[in-house]
């Protein structure tokens, strides 16, 4: 069964930075396609970015220069290292996990976790 769990999220002023952690168990991350996705109050989800099964990486326009997106195999953990950061990405920031790359995105298919809140001042 797998599981995961997210953590670092918080309050910050605008400019700074914050680290997210998703903490997979249950299976070996390197073998899914991971993301963080967040949603906002009286809004969608929507996708902050992706990391392949190799590696290759993307981001919303939104977020580009600004966030980073990583995985650490040995630890199971998937990363967003948040910098610069804005109001607007005030929001509950998912990771969700998933063998396919067609249900990145999907609420209802894949793996998720609970969420962690981002508040920016």
């Known amino acids: 069964h797998v599981q995961l769990v997210e953590s670092g999220g918080g309050s910050v002023q605008a400019g700074g930075s914050l680290r997210l952690s998703c903490t997979v168990s249950?299976?070996?991350?390197?073998?899914?396609?991971m993301g963080w996705f967040r949603q906002a109050p009286g809004k969608e989800r929507e996708k902050v970015a992706i990391?392949?099964?190799?590696?290759?990486?993307n981001y919303a326009d939104s977020v580009k220069g600004r966030f980073t997106i990583s995985q650490d195999n040995s630890k199971n953990t998937l990363y967003l290292q948040m910098n610069n950061l804005k109001p607007e990405d005030t929001a509950m920031y998912y990771c969700?996990?998933?063998?396919?790359?067609?249900?990145?995105?999907?609420?209802?298919?894949?793996?998720w976790g609970r969420g962690t809140q981002v508040t920016v001042s």
């Open positions: 969700q996990a998933t063998q396919s790359v067609a249900a990145l995105g999907l609420v209802g298919l894949g793996f």
């Open positions: 249950g299976d070996i991350i390197f073998t899914y396609f």
């Open positions: 990391i392949d099964t190799d590696g290759t990486t």
